[in-house]
C-alpha cells in the first residue's frame, strides 16, 4: 500500500471512529455537527495510539473531536494573518521570513489546530501558484527563510515538493527553506518509506542552505519508535529538525509531562524550539488554553527538571503584533518581551502587565499603568547608572 493510499483509510466518520474507541451514543449527533463545521481525519497509525480504556487520553484529547468544541468563544485569525497576506497563500509579516500557506489538507486534523479556519475546508487562503510566491520572494531581497507550513505540506506529491525547492534554488547561502510539517508526529511512515523525497531533500539541504523541518509533538508518547525513525530519516538527509510544542490543558499542562517531552525530543535528535501559548481560537481556546498564570508555572516547573539542551526553547505567544516571549512572573505581574515583532522598533522590548488568575492572552492582561508603579530598587552606588540617558531604557506599556 503506498502512503497516498493509506491516507485514504484515515478515520473520518463516527462510524469508522467507533471500530476503535468507545464513543457516548448520547453525543453522536453533537460531535456529527462538530464535524460538519470542521472535519475530522486520523491516520491509522495515529488512533493506534489512543489508550482507548481512558476517555481523558491526551492522545485522544488531540485528535478525536468532542462537544466542547461548540464552544465560539475566541476567533479565527488571531495573528492577524489575513492583513499579512499579500498574495493568496503567501504571508510576509517579518522582514526576512516568508510564510507560504502550500495546502489546506493535513495527514490528521488537529482538533486544537490554529489554522482551524483553513484546514479541510474549502479556502481561497492557499497558494494557488507556488512560482509566483518564488517570484515575490525573489523580489524581496530581505527574506532569508522560506516557511513552507499549510495544512501540512508532506501531504502534497512528492513531485510537488521537489519543484518548489527547485522554484527556490535562487536561495543562496546565508538562507534556508523550512517545512512545518506534524508528518513525523501523526504519519511518519511517509518520511520512512519514500525513498524519493528522501532523495529531493538530501539533494537541496547542503552545507550552507539547509533544509529545517519544524514540527509539533506535544506529548511523550507522541516519540514512539516509528516517529523517531522518520526523525532519523531526516536528519541522514541533512534535514535538522525542530520542534514547536503547543500547551495544551489536559495534554501537557503538568511539569513533569512537559519536562519528559523535551527530554525525550533531545533524545531522539530533535531541537526542543518553542512552547507555544494556545491561541485563543473559536473551538479550541475553551477546552485547550491554558490560562497564563498556570502556564508560567508549568514551564518553570519543567525546566527545574531539564538539563540546559533540553530548556533551549521559549515559551511564547504568538500575537498579532509579534512573537512575545513570555519571560515570566513576579507576584502578580507577568513580565514579556517582544522576540520577533510586525514594528522592528518593538523588537527586544520588554514589558510588563497586571497578572489576573484566567488571562490566557495578551488582549487579556490589563497595563500596569492602571495600578500604582513598584518602588524603585535601590542599588549600591558602585551599580548607578553615571549618565541614565546612556543606559538602555525599557519602555513599558
Ligand atoms: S497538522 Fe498542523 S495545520 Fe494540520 S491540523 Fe494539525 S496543527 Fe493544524
Redesign the pocket.
Known amino acids: 500500500m503506498t502512503w497516498q493510499e493509506e491516507l485514504q483509510e484515515n478515520i473520518s466518520s463516527i462510524e469508522g471512529l467507533k471500530e476503535y474507541i468507545d464513543v457516548n451514543p448520547n453525543e453522536e449527533s453533537l460531535l456529527q455537527n462538530v464535524i460538519d463545521a470542521h472535519p475530522m481525519s486520523i491516520t491509522r497509525y495515529y488512533i493506534s495510539l489512543i489508550d482507548k480504556k481512558d476517555p481523558k487520553d491526551p492522545i485522544r484529547k488531540m485528535a478525536v473531536p468532542s462537544k466542547e468544541e461548540q464552544n465560539l468563544i475566541g476567533s479565527y485569525d488571531t495573528s492577524g494573518e489575513k492583513e499579512n497576506t499579500k498574495m493568496p497563500g503567501l504571508q510576509h509579516k517579518y522582514a526576512q521570513t516568508a510564510l507560504v500557506l502550500s495546502t489546506n489538507r493535513?495527514?490528521?486534523?488537529?482538533r486544537?489546530?490554529?489554522?482551524?479556519r483553513l484546514?479541510g475546508l474549502p479556502n481561497g487562503e492557499v497558494m494557488r501558484r507556488f512560482q509566483e510566491a518564488a517570484d515575490y520572494i525573489r523580489d524581496h531581497r530581505e527574506i532569508n527563510n522560506v516557511l513552507i507550513?499549510?495544512?501540512?505540506p508532506l501531504v502534497l506529491p512528492t513531485e510537488v515538493l521537489g519543484q518548489f525547492l527547485e522554484d527556490l534554488s535562487f536561495l543562496d547561502g546565508g538562507s534556508f527553506v523550512r517545512f512545518?510539517?506534524?508528518v513525523p508526529v501523526?504519519f511518519p511512515e511517509r518520511i520512512i518509506e519514500d525513498k524519493k523525497l528522501q532523495a529531493e531533500l538530501d539533494a537541496y539541504s547542503r552545507r550552507d542552505r539547509r533544509v529545517y523541518l519544524v514540527t509539533?509533538f506535544n506529548h511523550p508518547r507522541e516519540i514512539t519508535p516509528e516517529a523517531a525513525e522518520a526523525v532519523d530519516t531526516l536528519m541522514r538527509c541533512g534535514v535538522v529538525v525542530n520542534n514547536q510544542t503547543v500547551l495544551l490543558k489536559g495534554v501537557n499542562d503538568n511539569p513533569q509531562t512537559l519536562a519528559e517531552l523535551q527530554n525525550k525530543l533531545v533524545s531522539v535528535g530533535v531541537n526542543p524550539y518553542y512552547v507555544f501559548q494556545c491561541r485563543p481560537v473559536k473551538r479550541v481556546k475553551h477546552h485547550f488554553q491554558v490560562p497564563l498564570c498556570r502556564g508560567c508555572e508549568v514551564v518553570e516547573e519543567a525546566k527545574k527538571r531539564l538539563n540546559g539542551h533540553s530548556k533551549r526553547f521559549r515559551y511564547i505567544m504568538s500575537h498579532r503584533t509579534g512573537k512575545i516571549e513570555i519571560v515570566g512572573t513576579m507576584g502578580d505581574e507577568i513580565y514579556l518581551k517582544y522576540h520577533q515583532a510586525k514594528d522592528k522598533s518593538d523588537i527586544g522590548r520588554l514589558f510588563k502587565r497586571r497578572l489576573t488568575e484566567k488571562a490566557g492572552w495578551l488582549d487579556e492582561l490589563k497595563p500596569v499603568e492602571e495600578f500604582p508603579e513598584p518602588r524603585a530598587v535601590s542599588r549600591p552606588h558602585s551599580a548607578q547608572p553615571h549618565h541614565r540617558g546612556h543606559h538602555p531604557v525599557h519602555r513599558y506599556r
Open positions: 493535513c495527514a490528521m486534523y488537529c486544537h489546530c490554529f489554522r482551524k484546514v507550513s499549510g495544512g501540512d512545518g510539517s506534524r501523526t509539533q
